[in-house]
């Protein structure tokens, strides 16, 4: 007993806006690259709304081309 068991935190989800910000792309130039397949792409929610993982934009931002999509 005393042991603490540490849970990761939640992964966050981003805004396109917060992403922009983040990785220094305007919204259409995210849009852009996703569509060619070098910019990971987002998670649609319920409400249609599109988020994407920190997770995901961190390892994006370290390694750019293992985030992407082959062509």
Do not use: C, Q
């Given at each position: 007993?005393?042991?603490?068991?540490?849970?990761?935190?939640?992964?966050?989800?981003?805004?396109?806006?917060?992403?922009?910000?983040?990785v220094g792309?305007s919204?259409a130039?995210?849009?852009?690259?996703?569509?060619?397949?070098?910019?990971?792409?987002?998670?649609?929610?319920r409400?249609?709304?599109?988020?994407?993982?920190?997770?995901?934009?961190?390892?994006?931002?370290?390694?750019?081309?293992?985030?992407t999509?082959?062509?």
């Amino acid at each position: 007993m005393g042991e603490t068991l540490e849970r990761p935190l939640a992964d966050s989800l981003l805004t396109v806006r917060e992403v922009s910000a983040k990785v220094g792309l305007s919204r259409a130039s995210i849009y852009n690259h996703m569509h060619r397949g070098i910019f990971p792409k987002p998670t649609k929610l319920r409400s249609g709304a599109v988020r994407w993982k920190s997770s995901t934009i961190n390892r994006w931002i370290a390694n750019p081309e293992a985030e992407t999509a082959p062509l």
